[in-house]
């Protein structure tokens, strides 16, 4: 049984050694010619991590993470704690997996340490996936076609294979930017730091934690625009944009954004939700399937998930089996991966409401909801099993 997926970001890479875990041979093809360290922190939440160990990553990915206590919710102006939230050792023992927060690069080479080279194609842009009743192909741009049983599209926001299966569409803008910035943790050692927070304020929510074992604080400022911003990791931002955008922001915050070097502005675009993922032997994963604004972290999280439920799905398939393991694999993954985006897009718009009675109505359900359960709104999500068909949401 040979697979060949197409994009080796997280998605890809985790779809990749699930595969391969069940059996199949596995060709991963990726455009860009060497991996390099794109990105800046990401969270990854016990949904995900719990998914990591039984691929067998878990302890290399760990490694380089840093494990917070706790995660603060606070005021934009003055810093005051709303709520917060257990993440350390409780969450591990509650979910069964630890919260990480994770330099992307790190992420991203533990996942790649664990896939055999000559599996890797890399430098190889696919122009055209296409498929017969017993096979599907992937057309690369130097004109070589590869044939496979099944194609797993995990080519990210921008997905051409999305519009391939189910035509035009366009990733949309999310009205929201954001300034990132990494800092060594020296430079803010005396503005003494929760280990993950997230400041609230009008149009605006700012959020900082520490990675890469707490070497790095990792710094995500986002705020609402109606100018179109460039989707990208490496767009520079002009020398301090970002105090301007957080003006009369609490000094602490101000300090955070002074001291960051480098910062990189990025605009936060998304898909459209999709009723069905996959046609015959073809199938979306990831952000080409359900990109998401990344104000409940999950991003990554539902594309690790996907991996997990399409191994589980195609375990002990045929080749005639495929497009019927590919409706199981979208049928447990399409509305909770949907309801994530619905719950992240929300997130967002209780994170940034105006200064006065709705904040301070949204600040007070918080500090309720926080005095009665030891965890996050979102962890309802986390303790779901993907691979439990009795758990699925
Ligand atoms: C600001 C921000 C913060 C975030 N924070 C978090 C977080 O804390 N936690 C979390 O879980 N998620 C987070 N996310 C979401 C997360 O980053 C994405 O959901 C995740 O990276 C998607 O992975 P992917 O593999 O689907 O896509 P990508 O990482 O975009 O990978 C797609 C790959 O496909 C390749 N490719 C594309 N087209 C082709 C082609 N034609 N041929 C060959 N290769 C191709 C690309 O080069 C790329 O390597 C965040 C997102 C943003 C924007």
Not at 7 to 13: D, M, P, T, V, Y
Not at 121 to 132: A, F, G, K, R, Y
Not at 223 to 232: D, G, L, N, P, R
Not at 287 to 295: I, R
Request: negative net charge; glycine residues 8%.
């Amino acid at each position: 049984m040979r697979a060949i997926v197409v994009g080796a970001g997280i998605g890809g890479l985790a779809a990749t050694l699930s595969l391969r875990r069940t059996g199949w041979d596995v060709t991963l093809v990726e455009r860009t010619p060497h991996f390099t360290e794109v990105g800046a922190g990401i969270q990854l939440a016990p949904n995900a991590t719990r998914v990591l160990r039984r691929l067998d990553v878990l302890d290399a990915v760990a490694a380089h993470a840093a494990r917070p206590s706790h995660v603060s919710f606070r005021t934009w102006s003055d810093g005051a704690e709303i709520c917060r939230y257990a993440l350390g050792r409780e969450a591990e023992e509650e979910f069964g997996a630890p919260y990480l927060l994770l330099h992307r690069a790190d992420l991203h080479k533990a996942l790649t340490a664990a896939v055999p080279p000559e599996a890797v194609h890399l430098n190889t842009t696919v122009v055209d996936i296409t498929q017969d009743d017993d096979s599907a192909y992937v057309t690369t741009a130097t004109g070589e076609r590869l044939r496979a049983d099944l194609v797993v599209a995990a080519d990210g926001i921008r997905s051409a294979a999305r519009q391939w299966l189910f035509g035009k569409d366009e990733a949309v803008f999310s009205g929201t930017a954001a300034y990132r910035a990494l800092l060594p943790a020296e430079e803010v050692a005396d503005l003494v730091l929760p280990p993950l927070a997230a400041w609230l304020g009008p149009d605006r929510h700012f959020v900082h934690y520490w990675v890469r074992r707490g070497e790095l604080l990792n710094v995500v400022a986002v705020f609402s625009t109606e100018a179109v911003a460039q989707e990208s990791w490496t767009a520079r931002a002009e020398p301090g944009e970002q105090l301007s955008e957080f003006t009369g922001w609490d000094a602490r915050v101000l300090k955070v954004l002074e001291r960051a070097g480098q910062v990189f502005r990025y605009g936060i675009f998304t898909r459209p939700p999709l009723p069905r993922w996959n046609v015959g032997r073809v199938t979306l994963l990831g952000d080409s399937a359900h990109a998401m604004v990344p104000f409940q972290a999950q991003g990554a999280a539902q594309a690790i998930l996907d991996a997990a439920v399409l191994g589980d799905a195609l375990r002990n398939a045929t080749p005639a089996e495929v497009p019927e393991a590919l409706d199981h694999y979208a049928c447990r993954r399409v509305s909770a991966a949907t309801s994530m985006q619905a719950r992240s897009a929300q997130a967002g718009r209780d994170f940034h409401l105006p200064d006065g009675p709705e904040a301070e109505a949204r600040n007070t359900r918080m500090a309720a909801h926080a005095r009665e359960h030891r965890f996050m709104p979102v962890a309802t999500a986390w303790g779901t099993d993907a691979l439990d068909r009795r758990t699925e949401g």
